[in-house]
C-alpha cells in the first residue's frame, strides 16, 4: 500500500518562498510519476507539477511554470515543491500524489496525501 505524507505548508508573504515534501513509501512501481495538485476553497482540485522517479523529467501548470520546481530524493522517497514569487492566488491545501502511469503528462493518479495548507498573504 502506497502511503504519501505531506509536509512543509504554513503561512508566508506574498514574493516568499516555501518548499513542500512528501515523503512516499510502499510499492515503487505503483508511482512512477508523483505530482503536486492544489485545491482552494470553493475551486476544483488543480494540477500543479509532476516528476518522473526514473529520470527526473517535469511537468508544470502554465501558472506555476517558472516559479515552482519540483524535485526528486530517489534515496530518500521524497519529492519536494519549492515554491518561489508566492503569489495571495496560490493560497490552497497542496496534495501529493502517485500515478502508476509512466507518462508524464498522465492526470491519473491513484494514490493522494491529507494535504498541507499554503496560506499567502498580501
Known amino acids: 500500500q502506497v502511503q504519501l505524507v505531506e509536509s512543509g505548508g504554513g503561512l508566508v508573504q506574498a514574493g516568499g518562498s516555501l518548499r513542500l515534501s512528501c515523503a512516499a513509501s510502499?510499492?515503487?512501481?505503483?508511482?512512477?510519476?508523483m505530482g503536486w495538485f492544489r485545491q482552494a476553497p470553493g475551486k476544483e482540485r488543480d494540477f500543479v507539477a509532476a516528476?518522473?522517479?526514473?529520470?527526473?523529467?517535469?511537468d508544470y501548470s502554465d501558472s506555476v511554470k517558472g516559479r515552482f520546481t519540483i524535485s526528486r530524493d530517489n534515496a530518500k522517497n521524497t519529492v519536494y515543491l519549492q515554491m518561489s514569487s508566492l503569489k495571495p492566488e496560490d493560497t490552497a491545501v497542496y496534495y501529493c500524489a502517485g500515478s502508476s502511469s509512466v507518462v508524464i503528462t498522465t492526470r491519473r493518479y491513484n494514490y493522494w496525501g491529507q494535504g498541507t495548507q499554503v496560506t499567502v498573504s498580501s
Open positions: 510502499g510499492p515503487t512501481f505503483s508511482r512512477y510519476v
Open positions: 516528476i518522473r522517479w526514473s529520470d527526473g523529467t517535469t
